[in-house]
């Protein structure tokens, strides 16, 4: 049975940083791109930033590139998302999802259940 879940979301100050996991089981990493989106209250799900299956290629939004990082660690099945220099319109849940094939596209199929991020001012 396929599955993410994410973790490491919480209450963080202005300027703060955060690290989200989406640990994966029923599938390998190295089978399928992953990408990190968000979802605010009263907005579309955005996506945020998305890595290879190899790692070899990543994207970003352009609101969090020069902040956020995607990273993967294929021995524990794990991607992460550095989150630095947080703000308050960074706040809302935050989801992975497996992509379709090896490379970055449009598509995902499986999803995890989100992770609440609030950024305090």
């Known amino acids: 049975q396929v599955q993410l879940v994410e973790s490491g979301g919480g209450l963080v100050q202005l300027g703060g940083s955060l690290r989200l996991s989406c640990a994966a089981s029923?599938?390998?990493?190295?089978?399928?791109?992953i990408g990190w989106f968000r979802q605010a209250p009263g907005k579309e799900r955005e996506v945020l930033s998305c890595?290879?299956?190899?790692?070899?290629?990543?994207t970003y939004e352009d609101s969090v590139k020069d902040r956020f990082t995607i990273s993967k660690d294929n021995a524990k099945n794990t991607v992460y998302l550095q989150m630095n220099s947080l703000k308050p319109e960074d706040t809302a849940v935050y989801y992975c999802?497996?992509?379709?094939?090896?490379?970055?596209?449009?598509?995902?199929?499986?999803w995890g259940q989100g992770t609440q991020v609030t950024v305090s001012s």
């Open positions: 029923g599938f390998t990493l190295d089978e399928y791109a």
């Open positions: 999802a497996s992509g379709v094939i090896e490379e970055c596209t449009d598509e995902y199929d499986f």
């Open positions: 890595i290879s299956s190899r790692g070899d290629k990543t």
